[in-house]
């Protein structure tokens, strides 16, 4: 009797696991099958699953804004896109800014994580009251960093836009990095200390190789915030600086709205960063994801 309700529990779990599977892999499935449909198939009902007749149109739009007006054409006018500049310059600005801002907050991120373990500053709390920063809803303080970006002349620069994704994402390098140096023992630096080095040379050659990995980790997880935000890049540029999230939303027509199959390619190609950066450190990121997992 036992043995059947472990087995059926067993089945279960396996079901669950299946199912929560589709559930977080469907999204990426639509999105990529979406990319892939010619126009009539993007609204349809019932929907097109997979299409038969698949075309590399989309991308082309994305890539090359003169195909939008071509294949307007051939369709005698049957739609009219709007559709604001070439992909390239979304990519570079987005890859400019992403990578700047993910660099800053990692590095001041773990400047102030060691601080705050090693040194204990700013007392008990401290790391918590930066945790309360990004509790904060980014929209409540939007307004007030267009009117300050405004009167510095940051507004509509890579250097505004890099400055506010790392005051954004700081508080999670923070939080992040703390917990991988707190799993160093102590003692490792101090003997270090005792054979002659010097605390900044103790921590780079002792702390950060055995931190190495959970420091990648959260550089992948900074630049996917980084790379897919929207609400500062839409209110602080007025069109000089462009990123993926802004391009994707120039995607309209006047006589169908959005273009779904265009903003499906486009946002299939964006993945395609994260999706490699993530491949180059899976070595460091399985460790710095599994780091501490053993406690002393």
């Known amino acids: 009797m036992f043995g059947e309700e472990k087995l059926w529990s067993r089945y279960l779990q396996r079901t669950a696991v299946c199912v929560a599977?589709?559930?977080?892999?469907?999204p990426i499935f639509w999105l990529v099958s979406t990319s892939f449909k010619p126009i009539e198939e993007w609204q349809k009902f019932p929907p097109v699953w997979i299409s038969?007749?698949?075309?590399?149109?989309?991308y082309r739009i994305v890539f090359a804004p003169q195909a939008a007006q071509e294949f307007a054409a051939k369709q005698h006018g049957a739609i009219s896109y709007k559709v604001s500049g070439s992909a390239w310059k979304a990519f570079r600005d987005s890859a400019i800014i992403a990578i700047s801002a993910t660099a800053l907050s990692v590095f001041f991120g773990m400047l102030a994580a060691y601080s705050i373990v090693r040194f204990h500053t700013g007392g008990d709390?401290?790391?918590?009251?930066?945790l309360t920063v990004r509790m904060f809803p980014p929209i409540a303080v939007v307004v007030p960093m267009v009117v300050l970006?405004?009167?510095l002349r940051l507004a509509d620069t890579y250097v505004?836009?890099?400055l506010a994704y790392t005051a954004f994402t700081l508080p999670f390098s923070i939080w992040?990095?703390?917990?991988?140096?707190?799993d160093v023992p102590e003692e490792l630096e101090s003997?270090?200390?005792i054979y002659g080095m010097r605390p900044f040379d103790a921590f780079l050659k002792v702390t950060f190789p055995l931190i190495r990995g959970g420091v990648l980790a959260t550089a992948l997880f900074v630049f996917i915030l980084n790379w897919s935000e929207f609400l500062f890049a839409l209110t602080l540029t007025t069109g000089h600086v462009v990123t993926v999230t802004l391009q994707v939303a120039n995607y309209v027509s006047a006589s169908s709205g959005k273009l779904y199959g265009v903003q499906a390619a486009m946002g299939t190609?964006?993945?395609l960063p994260v999706i490699f950066f993530g491949y180059l450190i899976q070595r460091h990121l399985v460790r710095g994801l599994s780091f501490g997992a053993i406690k002393r």
Not at 21 to 26: C, D, G, T, V
Not at 52 to 58: A, D, I, M, V
């Open 52 to 58: 038969s007749e698949p075309t590399l149109q989309n």
């Open 21 to 26: 599977i589709l559930i977080s892999f469907f």
């Open 160 to 162: 505004g836009l890099i």
């Open 269 to 271: 190609i964006s993945t």
């Open 191 to 193: 003997a270090a200390l």
């Open 149 to 151: 970006f405004s009167m």
């Open 176 to 182: 992040m990095i703390r917990s991988f140096i707190e």
């Open 125 to 130: 709390n401290y790391a918590f009251q930066f």
